[in-house]
């Protein structure tokens, strides 16, 4: 499998989940499914299996977590020399040329995309269009609604 960028907050905030689901769910679970078992005939002990089902799904995602980070190449733009060139990590602030709107997006890894936050998947196609841009670039992105022309105005190694 190919390597998978991601940022560094987005490689903390996985690790955070796989020491949370290791430290506190998992004992947790283990402990729910022994006390279901104390009460007798598992095959109607709806405790039991519940506990079952859900002991599944965390094992499933710590199995998940850990073959993203295995495969994450954790990118850090705050160490880098800002040449005003959009990459991954970078944060952007755009200017909307038919509507004077401003916008700032973070082009993060697809795991830590969140339209709300700011942060754009390197995957979607305005970021696509942005990365290798420069400062003062107008780059137009195939929207939904039609093509959209954006003025970079200013890049950002945060």
Do not use: C
Not at 14 to 27: F, G, I, M, S
Not at 126 to 150: F, H, T
């Amino acid at each position: 499998m190919s390597k998978v960028p991601m940022t560094v907050a987005g490689e903390q905030r996985l690790r955070d989940e796989l020491a949370r689901l290791k430290t506190e769910d998992r004992p947790r679970v283990i402990a729910a499914i022994a006390e279901a078992r104390e009460h007798g005939d598992l095959k109607e002990n709806a405790e039991y299996h519940a506990a079952r089902e859900q002991q599944g799904f965390i094992e499933g995602r710590i199995q998940e977590i850990e073959g993203k980070l295995s495969n994450a190449q954790v990118i850090d733009v705050s160490s880098m020399s800002n040449n005003g060139k959009v990459i991954f990590g970078a944060t952007v602030d755009l200017i909307n040329l038919d509507t004077d709107q401003e916008v700032r997006y973070q082009i993060v890894g697809e795991d830590e995309a969140d339209i709300k936050a700011g942060k754009i998947s390197v995957t979607s196609p305005i970021a696509r269009s942005l990365v290798g841009k420069e400062e003062d670039d107008i780059v137009v992105v195939a929207a939904p609604g039609g093509e959209v022309e954006y003025e970079i105005s200013q890049v950002h190694y945060l």
